[in-house]
């Protein structure tokens, strides 16, 4: 697939919203021509099937405020070097995030900005183009029918119906285990379950648990 769009064509205007089911497609049709199936999901063999190179610097996130940023030519993703060496949840997020930057966003990067400060500068004030990232790497790290179909599993068929029945300690081992078996945080796995499940209103306890 061509990220690029056709021609390879550069916008300049303002970046625009899309729909969490159009993210969440977007990530599923990614995921259908690289992905061999197996969790954790590779996030680094999803670069190189794309020509990404992830480079690790020292001290990044302390230098640039964040734990991972996309080079101006989308052909590198740099990461903090503690992270990349731990392979944590938060580095795995990070990548997948800066991943949904290109996939998502790559097409409207403005041709005539030439530095990292210059497009950090004009995405400031747009939340929802992060918000937009965010959701891309939540759906690759933890796509919704393996998530659900894992939560349901856990829970004796069904997670909305049973999640109340096990006792604190059963309950938090569950999350863990899930968590593990993706490879992502908490806080990935409380805002997946919140959007995928239904009656997500009933979650705050859910939400509340996974950040003990």
């Known amino acids: 697939m061509n990220y690029l769009g056709e021609e390879n064509v550069r916008y300049s205007g303002?970046?625009?919203?899309?729909?969490?089911?159009?993210?969440?497609?977007?990530?599923?049709?990614?995921?259908?021509?690289?992905?061999?199936?197996?969790?954790?999901?590779?996030?680094?063999?999803?670069?190189?099937?794309?020509g990404i190179a992830v480079v690790p610097v020292r001290g990044?996130?302390?230098?640039?405020?964040?734990?991972?940023?996309?080079?101006?030519?989308?052909?590198?993703i740099y990461v903090d070097l503690a992270g990349y060496k731990k392979e944590s949840a938060r580095y795995r997020f990070s990548v997948a995030h800066e991943l949904g930057h290109y996939v998502l966003h790559q097409v409207y990067y403005p041709c005539e900005l030439?530095?990292?400060?210059?497009?950090?500068c004009l995405v400031s004030n747009l939340n929802y183009v992060e918000f937009q990232a965010n959701y891309f790497a939540g759906s690759l790290l933890a796509p919704e029918e393996e998530l659900i179909a894992a939560l349901n599993a856990e829970f004796e068929g069904s997670f909305?119906?049973?999640?109340?029945?096990?006792?604190?300690?059963?309950?938090?081992?569950?999350?863990s285990k899930l968590r593990k078996s993706f490879k992502i945080s908490k806080q990935v796995l409380s805002r997946r379950m919140r959007d995928l499940m239904p009656g997500a209103e009933k979650f705050d306890e859910v939400a509340i648990e996974l950040r003990r």
């Not at 197996?38 to 996030?43: G, R, T, V």
């Not at 990044?60 to 590198?76: I, N, P, Q």
């Open 14 to 50: 303002q970046i625009p919203y899309l729909g969490i089911d159009e993210i969440a497609q977007k990530a599923e049709e990614l995921l259908n021509e690289c992905w061999d199936g197996c969790f954790p999901i590779n996030i680094e063999a999803i670069c190189d099937y794309l």
């Open 60 to 76: 990044l996130s302390e230098e640039v405020g964040a734990e991972a940023y996309l080079a101006v030519d989308f052909k590198t």
């Open 114 to 120: 030439g530095s990292l400060e210059e497009w950090q």
């Open 160 to 175: 909305v119906r049973n999640c109340w029945s096990k006792e604190h300690k059963e309950f938090s081992d569950t999350l």
